[in-house]
């Protein structure tokens, strides 16, 4: 299958910027959105940016225009740049991947998940 593992959470004051990273191994065909999502407390998890395999964006409102999705050159990583946190960010957030991985003798499409790295925003 596909293992995903995040990197980069930690504590920062607010108007601050983290980077978090995620990787994807395993017997991995292909991969072709990856996504950022995070999770507060009490609330849904909710979407926070996705890039394609071709690096096509999309973030949404709440993160629009202070943080910057992007893949690493291997394409199985992907990054969370955050730039100008509120304490509103704070929240678990989590990478996933839609990938295709090889399962004998098939190739086999799944989606899948990260364990989440904390992120909190606080002075």
């Known amino acids: 299958q596909v293992q995903l593992v995040e990197s980069g959470g930690g504590l920062v004051q607010p108007g601050g910027s983290l980077r978090l990273s995620c990787a994807a191994s395993g017997s991995i065909v292909r991969i072709d959105t990856m996504a950022w999502y995070r999770q507060a407390p009490g609330n849904q998890r909710e979407l926070v940016a996705t890039i394609s395999d071709g690096g096509s964006t999309n973030y949404a409102d709440s993160v629009k225009g202070r943080s910057i999705i992007s893949r690493g050159i291997a394409r199985n990583t992907v990054y969370l740049q955050m730039n100008s946190l509120k304490p509103e960010d704070t929240a678990v957030y989590y990478c996933?991947?839609?990938?295709?991985?090889?399962?004998?003798?098939?190739?086999?499409?799944?989606?899948?998940w990260g364990q989440g790295t904390q992120v909190t925003v606080s002075s």
């Open positions: 996933n991947a839609d990938a295709t991985y090889y399962r004998h003798p098939y190739d086999t499409r799944g989606d899948f």
